[in-house]
């Protein structure tokens, strides 16, 4: 008998089809059907009545079917986040529809915890959720290594979710010396051949530790007992393209779901997380050594004390990083004449220069041209606003001829193999300076950096961003905290506001009660934001967008507040014109129906939004 089934395409924003198939079929089993003659992914929603027109039929059932939990928080990150249910399916990898039985692997060699560290475990196993606190280089992974023991002794298996450039072959050989095969590594560079011997490992059952970014947290992993999110504060959990979920709060969601135990993870805890989340907390580092912190006055420059310093540092046998928050030679070119900056001609954003390349490439669209001989408007000198990364391995190359300079940015670590043989050489002390962005502040643990010179903080202070200065202060926190782990150390920073660094030296948590008090009745954890992004070729039809949307908005004036609505601040990428409407609103239902009230598909909803660009 012929039965009829409600659909879901995956990936597509294509709304609900029904199709017919003379099986029996369960919810949320993976089919195949025919779009326009061409084959496509669909997921089974439930069954329906005979509808009153023709169906096409069902092609293929596969092998696989969505977990309870994998679809209960696919309707929720595609209720929550506005985007259509296949796409939020999409996310996730299915199980196989024949489960094999687990077997019983074998747990870690045992590890030799501090007094203290066994105090943090006690706590953390006692509550569900929670945020472990604890400074660099107190031992958060001997930590999560004995949660994954605890939970493998239950038969039970674990998610440990990091930013992806923390997914380090030396992070591989820890898991791996504990426990052996049951880890399997995820992230982005895999191969396609290596993403499907993975992913046939974790069905069989094979696999109990999964270690990746925020893809892994949808893996069909086997009876999940914890997740951690390790450097929770890092903005790589949150999606910039449909679905727009944030993986730390997903986390969270699925981590009730599944009774599963979930810790968040930093040495510098977000606001909203330290606000809404019981805290476990290590006070020291493992190896307490004596740093000395030098401020400076000034940009984003290398000064004559920084040289000195660097190579002192340097004949003593110690390592040096030098931070910048700049990729490429320089953020813009512009002229001290007229003003003129040189920015793109389809996006409203100065391009960076790359001097090696001899070319300014927009980091937004990719546009690039070659370096401009003066002012395209009047002829004059043109200038640079700040150093990058190239233009500081330029200056020290040319102070320190004898010594071994790595850059360390996303325009040099392009691959997976790049950056283990640029961390290889570091660990091996064949580098002596490594001079970087923020990706130096992603958990890179070396004995022998006994300098860090930390440039360019007052630009992230200066960010029309109501983060801007938990991102400073939690960079300035990490970058210094890669220098002293296990001999004296000494940080230089150059700042023109050192007052405010000052008052929380040694004292982050002091920085979030600050930063809490000061944020009461604005921003998050207070409040709840909402971001409609509009796009548009013709900027007369985008402005018309934003006001009928702003009208549709204000009846419900007593539940959501308009905080803005007008021009993007990049009011141009790709050649289309960028509007914005921000919302705010103390209770998280409130805004949510109003956002629902309103959202038809013609703009872009952004729930919870770390990006004001």
């Known amino acids: 008998m012929k039965k009829y089934y409600e659909l879901c395409l995956l990936g597509r924003r294509a709304p609900l089809l029904t199709y017919s198939s003379f099986e029996k079929l369960t919810k949320f089993q993976k089919v195949t059907v025919k779009i326009q003659g061409k084959e496509v992914d669909a997921v089974v929603l439930r069954e329906v009545e005979e509808p009153g027109f023709e169906t096409?039929?069902?092609?293929?059932?596969?092998?696989?079917?969505?977990?309870?939990?994998?679809?209960?928080?696919?309707?929720?990150l595609a209720d929550y986040y506005r985007c259509k249910i296949g796409e939020a399916f999409t996310l996730f990898a299915p199980y196989p529809t024949h489960k094999t039985e687990l077997e019983r692997l074998p747990t870690a060699t045992s590890i030799n915890l501090t007094t203290e560290q066994k105090k943090a475990i006690q706590k953390l196993l006692e509550t569900p959720m929670s945020l472990l606190m604890a400074p660099t280089g107190s031992g958060k992974t001997e930590?999560?290594?004995?949660?994954?023991?605890?939970?493998?002794?239950?038969?039970?298996?674990?998610?440990?979710?990091?930013?992806?450039i923390s997914l380090t072959p030396q992070m591989e050989k820890r898991l791996k010396k504990h426990f052996g095969e049951a880890v399997a590594i995820w992230h982005s560079k895999l191969t396609k051949k290596r993403r499907e011997e993975t992913l046939e490992r974790i069905r069989k059952g094979e696999v109990r530790i999964v270690a990746g970014p925020r893809s892994a947290l949808f893996l069909p992993l086997r009876d999940i007992g914890c997740i951690v999110v390790d450097e929770e504060h890092d903005?790589?959990?949150?999606?910039?393209?449909?679905?727009?979920?944030?993986?730390?709060?997903?986390?969270?969601?699925?981590?009730?779901?599944?009774?599963?135990?979930?810790?968040?993870?930093?040495?510098?805890?977000?606001?909203?997380?330290?606000?809404?989340?019981?805290?476990?907390?290590?006070?020291?580092?493992?190896?307490?050594?004596?740093?000395?912190?030098?401020?400076e006055k000034g940009g984003c420059s290398l000064t004559p004390s920084m040289i000195e310093a660097i190579e002192r540092h340097t004949k003593a046998g110690g390592q040096v990083l030098v931070f910048l928050p700049t990729r490429a030679n320089f953020k813009y070119l512009y002229c001290e004449n007229c003003g003129y900056t040189v920015e793109c001609p389809f996006c409203s954003v100065g391009m960076s220069l790359h001097r090696f390349r001899k070319v300014v490439r927009c980091h937004y669209c990719g546009y690039a041209e070659k370096i401009p001989e003066s002012c395209p408007k009047c002829g004059s000198i043109i200038q640079s606003d700040r150093m990058g990364t190239a233009e500081v391995v330029e200056r020290l190359q040319e102070c320190f001829a004898d010594l071994r300079i790595q850059q360390f940015d996303k325009d040099t670590i392009t691959t997976a193999n790049k950056l283990q043989k640029a961390l290889d050489k570091f660990?091996?002390?064949?580098?002596?300076?490594?001079?970087?962005?923020?990706?130096?502040?992603?958990?890179?643990?070396?004995?022998?950096?006994?300098?860090?010179?930390?440039?360019?903080?007052?630009?992230?202070?200066?960010?029309?961003?109501?983060?801007?200065?938990?991102?400073?202060?939690?960079?300035?926190?990490?970058?210094?905290?890669?220098?002293?782990?296990?001999?004296?150390?000494?940080?230089?920073?150059?700042?023109?506001?050192?007052?405010?660094?000052?008052?929380?030296?040694?004292?982050?948590?002091?920085?979030?009660?600050?930063?809490?008090?000061?944020?009461?009745?604005?921003?998050?954890?207070?409040?709840?934001?909402?971001?409609?992004?509009?796009?548009?070729?013709?900027?007369?039809?985008?402005?018309?967008?934003?006001?009928?949307?702003?009208?549709?908005?204000?009846?419900?004036?007593?539940?959501?507040?308009?905080?803005?609505?007008?021009?993007?601040p990049i009011e141009k990428i790709a050649g289309k014109f960028r509007f914005q409407i921000l919302l705010r609103s103390p209770k998280r239902t409130d805004l949510l129906r109003v956002v629902k009230a309103v959202d038809d598909g013609t703009f872009e909803v952004d729930m919870d939004p770390v990006d004001f660009a």
């Open 56 to 76: 096409f039929p069902i092609e293929t059932v596969q092998p696989a079917r969505y977990s309870q939990v994998e679809a209960q928080t696919a309707f929720f």
């Open 427 to 568: 660990a091996k002390k064949e580098t002596d300076i490594l001079v970087g962005t923020q990706m130096l502040a992603k958990g890179h643990d070396y004995p022998d950096i006994t300098l860090a010179i930390v440039l360019g903080l007052d630009y992230i202070l200066a960010l029309p961003d109501y983060r801007a200065r938990e991102r400073a202060m939690s960079l300035f926190v990490q970058i210094s905290g890669r220098a002293g782990r296990a001999r004296e150390a000494e940080v230089i920073v150059q700042t023109n506001q050192p007052e405010f660094f000052t008052e929380y030296l040694g004292d982050y948590e002091k920085f979030l009660k600050d930063e809490i008090a000061m944020r009461e009745g604005l921003y998050p954890p207070h409040v709840h934001l909402c971001r409609f992004l509009f796009a548009s070729k013709e900027e007369a039809k985008g402005q018309a967008e934003v006001a009928r949307v702003k009208a549709a908005l204000e009846p419900f004036g007593d539940r959501v507040e308009i905080v803005g609505a007008g021009k993007a």
């Open 235 to 295: 903005d790589s959990y949150k999606a910039h393209n449909r679905p727009r979920y944030h993986a730390r709060d997903v986390a969270l969601y699925m981590g009730k779901l599944l009774g599963a135990k979930v810790v968040l993870g930093s040495a510098t805890p977000s606001v909203t997380s330290y606000a809404r989340q019981p805290v476990v907390r290590i006070d020291k580092p493992f190896i307490e050594t004596k740093k000395r912190f030098v401020f």
């Open 143 to 164: 930590l999560y290594i004995t949660l994954f023991d605890t939970v493998m002794r239950d038969d039970k298996s674990a998610i440990f979710l990091m930013p992806e």
